[in-house]
């Protein structure tokens, strides 16, 4: 009976992330250099007393972008964006990136050529080099980068390693991406706020930020938020084995997101809960950092805030309306296949 119901099972009866749990039980590694494989931000092994960094991440045309509000420029510097995102949430430095792609062969060679100048722009920005890759012809534009960095072994921060007790803390504002993608999709182009659409096609990666927080040993976990605060914040404490209340009223939103979501959603804060692709920062520290880590703020250009507290055991996510009352969302965010 069951071997029947897992031969009839498909994608999405597991999602994403329940096939990326099967796959890391299926081929469970053992090299004792390999300090993080499958479950956190990047990969980690240990070379020569120092920590290579491996992360690799898709774009697909029509599930990630639509050729006919994503420019190639913006595209190229995005596919780098999103795997610096991954080292940053480490607390790394990029160093080196592979990008393999696949292309349909009646593309101009124009697009190829203002999508890597969107690459050279980011890898000149973050100071990497591109050391390689893949082309192959397909149906859709395909982009795969794989970037690598380095960093010390004992400053690196993982999803694992949140205490009970620990404050909760999000870099910049949350939900401007996941509008301004809505606002693109319902407007089929480029009408609309630009900072909103903005952030969804050039979204910046928090590298100075990343660092600082992990050179100066101040949090105790930390993942960027790619799929949307509650399904990455969920991914933290899963990691960790702890639970988490967060309060919606504290949440950082955009003047820009306060004036525009009442005409695209009737709560205010579902899309900044959900949505994804902000590429900002979510990290604990013990309460006694909590000085420390918003004084950062100011010098590094970036808002910081506490919004919320870590809960003993596996509490899961718990979210305190603005009215007060508390509940556990049982729909988190964006997963592929669902
Ligand atoms: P992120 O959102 O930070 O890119 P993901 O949710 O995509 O992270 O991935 C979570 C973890 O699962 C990472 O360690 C990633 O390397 C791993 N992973 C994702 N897809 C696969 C796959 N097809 N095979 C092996 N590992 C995977
Ligand atoms: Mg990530």
Request: glycine share 10%.
């Amino acid at each position: 009976m069951l071997i029947w119901s897992a031969v009839r099972m498909d994608l999405r009866d597991i999602g994403e992330f329940g096939l990326i749990d099967r796959i890391r039980k299926w081929m469970a590694a053992s090299d004792s250099a390999l300090i993080q494989g499958i479950g956190d931000d990047v990969a980690v092994i240990e070379i020569g007393g120092k920590a290579l960094l491996v992360t690799t991440d898709i774009l697909i045309e029509d599930i990630h972008f639509e050729r006919s509000w994503m420019d190639p420029y913006r595209l190229g510097k995005k596919a780098l964006t999103v795997n610096l995102s991954d080292i940053a949430a480490m607390g790394g430095t990029p160093k080196y990136f592979l990008i393999s792609m696949g292309l349909p062969k009646n593309l101009p060679l124009s697009f190829i050529s203002s999508l890597y100048r969107g690459l050279k722009e980011g890898a000149r920005r973050f100071r990497v080099d591109l050391i390689g890759g893949d082309t192959s012809l397909s149906q859709k534009i395909v982009i795969n980068i794989c970037l690598l960095g380095e960093g010390k072994k004992q400053d690196l921060v993982f999803r694992k390693g949140a205490k009970a007790g620990n404050d909760l803390f999000v870099s910049g504002t949350l939900g401007d991406a996941a509008l301004g993608l809505k606002i693109l999709q319902e407007e089929g182009g480029m009408q609309g706020p630009r900072g909103l659409i903005e952030k969804h096609l050039s979204p910046c990666p928090r590298i100075q930020l990343g660092q600082t927080i992990a050179q100066r040993h101040w949090a105790t976990a930390m993942i960027d938020v790619s799929d949307g605060l509650l399904i990455d914040t969920s991914h933290l404490i899963e990691e960790s084995g702890v639970g988490v209340r967060i309060w919606e009223d504290r949440i950082p939103l955009s003047r820009l997101y306060r004036k525009w979501i009442h005409s695209y959603s009737k709560d205010p804060y579902q899309i900044a809960l959900c949505g994804g692709e902000d590429y900002e920062l979510l990290f604990t520290a013990p309460p006694e950092m909590r000085r420390k880590i918003l004084s950062i703020s100011l010098p590094l250009k970036t808002p910081i805030t506490h919004i919320g507290k870590i809960l003993p055991k596996k509490a899961g996510v718990h979210i305190v309306r603005h009215h007060g009352k508390e509940y556990s969302p049982s729909r988190l965010g964006f997963e592929h296949f669902k």
